[in-house]
């Protein structure tokens, strides 16, 4: 459909304000129609009809009630999922009331601080406004984060429609309904995409530092933006090392505060051998329509490879390069759950986005077009 679009939109014949208007208008539309199919294939996947309960409360960590909000869905002798641990922590962003005793690996999970801090920020710390709070939240960021990268497109000379491509991963819609801290995330990340591509260093630096305590395997893409300075001579060396010494610090300090590093608490599982996990969900697929997302997976390999072998100074490259490090390297808990690998994938999603707005081709847009089929035949399972 974006491609149909894009072919169609240079022959577009409206006024001023009508060119101005209706494309965003539409596109909006879009993204609204994609988060409420979104919404109602997880609320189907898990049986809830009610929004936040989507954030999956379990009665197995409830230990303290009162970090539990009034109205909140608990499930019987269930463990819940990882969105009930930032309504903890937005009660407690430092740590220092006790919270974290109602969490699984505090150490672990408080390294993504900025996302609770902001919630705590606008309930008031009002726990009963928590749950509704974090789903209007998420979609805001998500939408912002849509429209950022519709601006990007501009930037980068392609037509509006090529931003439809954004609505193909369902990896970034899924964590909105989740309470996860994704979507903050993945909005600092296309801010600092964007700053990049506009040649604004600092306000780059400072998403992604941001996006770095939003999300701590983010951190590969300051990483991989720093060799790429320091290995081509290229200025901006420190603008990417700034959002890494942020995170370095607040490692250090969660390792003084909770007695033992992060990465003690971090699922073994987590990490294997570069693509067996990939080859895994390629060849033993839940429903066979996951298998799309293994492929499209590994198209984004060779595609990056191949954009690299053509031209291995682009800094885009490099950028897709480190977010991509994440899933190749991704284990049984990230690529054996239909819960997990969506949403891992997003930031590269995003990456990829910025290539392909400059390649604007068929062979560019053939990952984007098996992710999207992969979310089309979810929704038309449900």
């Known amino acids: ?120 920020l606008l309930s008031n710390g009002d726990k009963d406004r928590l749950p509704g709070l974090m789903l209007a939240f998420n979609l805001a960021c998500l939408l912002a984060a849509f429209l950022v990268m519709c601006r990007l497109a501009v930037r980068l000379g392609a037509p509006l429609p090529w931003a439809l491509f954004f609505l193909c991963a369902y990896g970034l819609f899924q964590p909105v309904w989740l309470g996860l801290s994704e979507p903050l995330a993945n909005l600092l990340l296309a801010w600092g995409l964007y700053a990049v ?43 990417y090392l700034l959002p890494l010494a942020a995170g370095l610090a607040w490692q250090l300090w969660l390792w003084q505060h909770f007695g033992h590093p992060t990465f003690e608490q971090s699922n073994a599982g987590n990490f294997t051998w570069p693509l067996l996990g990939s080859l895994g969900l390629l060849l033993s697929p839940t429903h066979w329509h996951e298998a799309l997302v293994a492929l499209g997976f590994w198209s984004l390999l060779g595609l990056n490879a191949l954009l690299l072998w053509r031209d291995w100074q682009r800094l885009d490259l490099w ?37 392909l707005f400059k390649e604007r081709s068929a062979l560019a847009a053939m990952p984007g077009a098996l992710f999207g089929g992969q979310a089309l035949f979810k929704l038309l399972q449900m």
């Not at 989507?54 to 909140?72: E, M, N, T, Y």
């Not at 780059?204 to 001579?233: D, F, I, N, Q, R």
């Not at 977010?323 to 999603?349: D, M, Q």
């Open 197 to 239: 591509a506009a040649g604004a260093l600092w306000w780059a630096s400072l998403a992604l530092g941001l996006m770095v305590l939003t999300k701590e395997h983010y951190a590969a893409a300051p990483v991989m933006g720093a060799a790429w300075c320091w290995l081509l001579g290229r200025r901006g060396l420190l603008a």
């Open 1 to 120: 459909l974006a491609l149909v679009l894009a072919a169609l939109w240079q022959g577009r014949g409206a006024s001023r304000w009508l060119a101005a208007l209706l494309p965003y208008g539409a596109l909006v539309a879009a993204f609204l129609l994609v988060s409420g199919l979104a919404y109602y294939a997880e609320s189907e996947a898990r049986g809830y009809s009610q929004p936040t309960a989507l954030i999956d409360l379990g009665r197995h960590f409830a230990k303290d009630p009162r970090w539990v909000p009034s109205g909140a869905v608990l499930r019987p002798e269930a463990y819940g999922y990882d969105g009930q641990f930032f309504l903890y922590m937005a009660q407690d962003p430092w740590a220092q009331r006790g919270a974290w005793a109602n969490i699984d690996s505090p150490a672990y999970r408080y390294q993504r601080m900025l996302y609770p801090l902001v919630l705590n």
């Open 319 to 355: 950028l897709l390069a480190g977010l991509l490090l994440v899933p190749l390297c991704g284990g049984e808990s990230i690529w054996g759950h239909s819960f997990s690998y969506p949403r891992v994938l997003s930031p590269a999603y995003l990456a990829y986005l910025a290539v």
